[in-house]
């Protein structure tokens, strides 16, 4: 009878730290969601990208001695959409600690500002009103 009460009891064997590393390789191998995504979004975009680029000629100059506005080089996209682009591409965008520093200058600055300007009418309403009334 006390063979049968006795419970068995299983041992796990605990997790390396080899082990652990190896999973966390093994779920980073995996191709995520976000980049399956992108993928399939990346085609359309090149093909866009490619229609951008071609450039044409209301009038090609090999046609017709004449020269001038109908016989220039177009592009489908317009120039200021593209110098926008290469432009937004020079930006150096500020980091976490920048931007906070910078936000809370913004904060403060506008604070003050909207203390003084009320401090000023008050001011300028107390004047006013001992002046004319």
Excluded: C, H
């Amino acid at each position: 009878m006390a063979d049968k009460a006795k419970k068995t009891q299983t041992i796990r064997k605990s997790e390396s730290m080899r082990d652990k590393a190896n999973k966390v390789t093994e779920k980073s191998a995996k191709p995520r969601r976000i980049k399956k995504t992108a993928s399939k979004i990346v085609k359309p975009l090149k093909a866009i990208s490619k229609i951008g680029k071609k450039e044409y000629f209301l009038i090609t100059p090999k046609e017709t001695g004449f020269k001038g506005f109908l016989t220039k080089r177009r592009g489908f996209t317009p120039k200021y959409v593209i110098s926008s682009y290469k432009e937004l591409k020079l930006v150096s965008w500020p980091n976490k600690l920048e931007t906070w520093r910078l936000m809370s200058a913004v904060f403060i600055f506008a604070t003050l500002f909207a203390l003084a300007v009320k401090f000023v009418d008050y001011g300028l309403d107390k004047l006013f009103r001992r002046a004319f009334l």
